[in-house]
């Protein structure tokens, strides 16, 4: 959004709503002040704070009643364009501007933003207006902090290329009474063509409460609290059967769980964005793909409690650069074939991607059982700094205490590193692959890794039915690793074709 634009429109509105004076200065003073300096934005939030009927959006609910203000927000069709009654920094590009998208701000649906009331039904409408206009923009405003529980963006009926402005800050509840019995996500956007979310802003998911929840004297004192939180923890934002999704600038943090993931979606833009979890809080992943394709990650920071990048079956033509990890478990590929499930994850670039103070580097992972193949990977330059296990492949993953031993697997075939190096704590390469589907061509080269400190047990470099080739020597050698192909019976069965 240029800031023609954005003046262009608060210039239409200053036509629009100059019937009304005492409107007419508060939103002006809401829009010029607001580009310009962010202490007049607090000053207007304290405003807000004292008296909420005088600084012009007494009418704050009328949108969400289909009514009052919203209506003008409208942009079809265009009201004409009339000549700048007086000089404005904003408005000197203005007449040659393209028609300002339509813009709907949740404050202007009854949102509070003071961080305690319950903003989900504000967010909710402002969102069923946005929907029915093709480009607009839902604005969640900077400097405010945004109560919402578990809601749902869904599209199906929507209109395309829809922007979700994001610069103020959206925070989770924390008492149990919103999430029931237990929910998969916080916020979902579903069946969307064309839809970005972008800003300066921050979804907080406050998910210390669940990172503990397991812990029974925990238990009792929030049963005493009647806190109980439900043993399902949600997935901060989630997408879901979208096509062309565009996420950047924002920052998620504190997930409950998971913090982004996208399911059944195609053409996605991650970048310029900041996960923020801590080392040790549960099952946080930072982004997980599933069932998607088309996907590039980059320019994003993430530091969280379990993978920055988990990568799952149905996923192809994944293209992940200039990120970085830390702490974290790592950029991974899986765990696949759980409960003797099929899975089919190829083209997948991960380069230009700084490790600091994980457990794994670049992973693979699958159970035992599974079927179904995963091809045509590359781990190209990549900086490791103390990490555990910088290389890893495990096709005997097993997050329980034991899993049965069983013979198929998902096969895995092509996975190259280049250019991998750095230092790690426990083992800097291991390869554990599968009996009856041994890993092949499976290629190394520049790939140096030195040990840190000896307060550790070190551990050699590690292979297991692994078939390939080192296209240049080795730090430390990795003379486990068989040249050239398997010499396995083991048939593909249109069951492992993908
Ligand atoms: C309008 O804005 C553009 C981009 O900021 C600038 O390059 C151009 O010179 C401006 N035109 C006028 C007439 O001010
Ligand atoms: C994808 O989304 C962007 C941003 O909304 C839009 O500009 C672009 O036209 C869309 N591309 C396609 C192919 O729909
Ligand atoms: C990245 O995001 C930050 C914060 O939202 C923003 O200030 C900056 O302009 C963005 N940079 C790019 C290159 O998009
Ligand atoms: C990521 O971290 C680096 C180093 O601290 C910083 O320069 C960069 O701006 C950060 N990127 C984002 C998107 O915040
Ligand atoms: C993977 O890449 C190859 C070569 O570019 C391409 O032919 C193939 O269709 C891709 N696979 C998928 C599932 O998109
Ligand atoms: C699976 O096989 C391994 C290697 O032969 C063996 O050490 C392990 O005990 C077996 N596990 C189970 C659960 O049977």
Redesign the pocket.
């Known amino acids: 959004m240029s800031e023609v634009r954005r003046g262009c429109f608060g210039f239409l509105l200053l036509i629009l709503l100059c019937s009304n004076f005492d409107g007419c200065e508060g939103r002006k003073g809401w829009h010029w002040r607001h580009r310009q300096s962010p202490s007049s934005s607090l000053a207007r939030k304290k405003g807000r704070g004292n008296n909420g009927a005088g600084n012009g959006h007494s009418s704050g609910g009328g949108g969400a009643r289909g009514g009052g203000r919203s209506g003008y927000l409208s942009p079809l069709p265009p009201p004409p364009l009339p000549p700048p009654p007086s000089p404005s920094p904003y408005l000197k590009n203005g007449s040659q501007a393209a028609p300002a998208a339509a813009m709907f701000d949740v404050l202007d649906f009854g949102a509070k933003g003071d961080g305690v009331t319950d903003d989900t039904k504000a967010f909710e409408a402002a969102w069923a207006t946005a929907c029915k206009v093709g480009g607009s923009v839902m604005v969640v405003p900077a400097e405010f902090e945004f109560l919402v529980g578990p809601i749902s963006f869904s599209g199906p009926y929507c209109q395309t290329n829809i922007v979700f402005q994001l ?1 103020g800050m959206i925070i989770a509840p924390t008492n149990a009474k919103y999430w029931g019995s237990g929910l998969l996500w916080w916020i979902e956007f579903s069946k969307l063509q064309g839809i970005t979310i ?4 921050v979804i907080e998911g406050r998910g210390s409460v669940w990172w503990t929840n397991n812990e029974p004297d925990v238990d009792s004192i929030k049963e005493e609290l009647s806190l109980v939180l439900p043993k399902i923890k949600p997935t901060a934002l989630r997408f879901y059967g979208s096509y062309n999704v565009t996420v ?4 998620i943090q504190n997930s409950q769980q998971c913090h982004l993931k996208f399911d059944n979606c195609e053409t996605v833009q991650v ?3 900041t996960i923020a979890s801590p080392g040790n809080s549960l099952n946080t992943d930072g982004i997980h793909l599933q069932n998607s394709r088309d996907v590039m990650i980059h ?1 994003t920071n993430m530091s969280c409690g379990d993978d920055c990048v988990s990568i799952q079956t149905g996923c192809s033509n994944i293209n992940i650069h200039s990120v970085t990890c830390g702490p974290g478990h790592g950029i991974s590929i899986g765990g696949l074939g759980r409960d003797n499930s099929k899975a089919c994850v190829s083209n997948i670039t991960v380069r230009d991607v700084n490790l600091h103070s994980t457990m794994t580097g670049v992973r693979i992972k699958t159970w035992q059982g599974g079927s179904g193949s995963v091809q045509n990977i590359r781990f190209s330059n990549i900086r490791v700094t103390e990490v555990q296990t910088p290389i890893m492949i495990d096709q005997f993953y097993c997050d329980r205490s034991s899993c049965k031993n069983q013979t198929s697997a998902v096969g895995l075939s092509g996975i190259a590193y280049e250019n991998i190096k750095g230092t790690y704590t426990v083992k800097p390469v291991h390869f554990a692959c599968s009996d009856a589907s041994p890993c092949s061509d499976i290629t190394l080269t520049q790939v140096e890794l030195q040990p840190l400190q000896e307060h550790y047990h070190m551990y050699e470099p590690f292979c297991w039915q692994t078939y390939g080739e080192l296209y240049t020597p080795t730090l430390p050698p990795v003379v486990c690793l068989q040249n050239g192909k398997p010499t396995s019976n083991h048939i593909l069965s249109d069951h492992d074709l993908c």
Not at 198 to 201: F, K, L, T, V, Y
Not at 248 to 251: A, D, E, K, P, Q
């Open positions: 610069d972008q800003g300066s802003g950047r600038g924002i920052t970048y310029n964005m320019h």
